[in-house]
């Protein structure tokens, strides 16, 4: 049995150019509707596009197509539709087969199809949780299967692969739950006797380093969970005649992308409240300076996100405005912090220092070297300009196909960076600290701030007496 292509990892996926030179072009423009420059996949029909995807006797598609195509086809189709097509094309091929060699195309194509599959669950499992996707799968694993009992056994071993990681996604999605349930009953028990909640982060954690790394604990993992797919799928504008009743439980496409954002939100309202919430200044003081080493810790990780939600943390009004509190702080080392994250020239410096992260991410020799936690409101409205800066369709009808080896190319960096393990120890006290003790909103925050620092003006004054 001849090898399959091997599937290099993710970031030797794209060359520097945006994608791999080598595509196996051993099938020629049978359906006359894809057009090359250089070798390069420029454009083509939709037909054309899926049929590329389809493998055959002697053809199996490049893996950066198939990254790719499955990426942006969500744009023009549903993935079950997608799905339903290539079985068709599987199907077709095969009854084109003469009558004898049946035997033969199974043989030929059936681990090529596998493959696909393979690359299809592992890459993309959330799709499969549409029933229509699994249903499928499974007609066309099952056909696959029929013809011996080595694909056999691997069909099975595909299946319970995705059953698996379908699973563990559905526990993660319990478990947020959960803790943000856990997070509305402190808050509640927080406005009602405020005495009784012991809340102070430096006494939970005295140790910067520590906190960071915990922080970075919580990105990585957060971070695994959301699929390449949801973020073209913010895009999809829903179809209103999609309402597939009874049969299809529709998921919500981008929910791990969006519970990673609310988690930016949290650690930055979490920052503003430690800092406000002491009565005394050298205390806020205090507060601020260790988590001054804490953003600092978490450059050096190349952990950028939890960086950037801290420094906005204490970019907030209520914290910015607490002038002696500030006065009492070394404040060199914020100014530093600053200059890294400082939005101007679109993010120049924060996009230089992560080019110098993923740099030493492809060499690392640890895996503490390799993190890249990027400043992930950036990546998605770079992904988002991408997307708004490119028309999907040319003037011919052809898909633009340019764009999305450039969608692909973003995304893919990310898959690379989303695998990497986190090297730290876990601290649990820690970790439920940071991500079940009640924050302030943002009219208490304000609250806070006018009664450790009474208000200078009379607008600060007048939103005193309404706050309180």
Known sequence: QKRMPQTPPFAAMFDSSGYNRNLYQSKEDSCGGLYYHDNNLLSGSLEALIQHLVPSVDYYPDRTYIFTFLLSSRLFMHPYELMAKVCHLCTEQRSLSEPGLDKNWLRKTAPKILQLLTEWTETFPYDFRDERMMRNLKELAQRIASGDEMYRKNVQQL??????????????????????????????????????????????CNDPYVLAQQLTHIELERLNYIGPEEFVQAFVQKDPLDNAKGCYRDQKKTQNLEAYVEWFNRLSYLVATEICMPVKKKHRARVIEYFIDVARECFNIGNFNSLMAIVSGMNMSPVSRL???????????????????????????????????????????????????????????????LNEGCANHLPNGHINFEKFWELAKQVSEFMTWKQVECPFERDLKVLQYLLTVPVFSDDALYLASYESESPENHIEKDRWKTLR
Request: aromatic share 10%.
């Open 159 to 204: 299946l319970q692969n995705l059953i698996r990681k379908l699973a563990t996604v559905g526990q993660y999605e319990e478990v947020l739950a959960k803790i943000n349930a856990t997070s509305k009953d402190h808050l509640t028990l927080l406005k009602a006797r405020p005495q009784t909640i012991q809340r102070d982060i430096i006494t939970v």
């Open 323 to 385: 002038k002696k509190t500030w006065a009492k702080v070394k404040t060199d080392k914020f100014d530093i912090l600053e200059h890294q994250m400082d939005p101007s020239s679109n993010f120049y410096n924060y996009r230089t220092a992560l080019r110098g992260a993923a740099q030493r991410s492809l060499t690392a020799h640890s895996s503490r070297e390799k993190i890249v936690i990027p400043f992930f409101s950036l990546l998605i409205k770079d992904i988002y300009f």
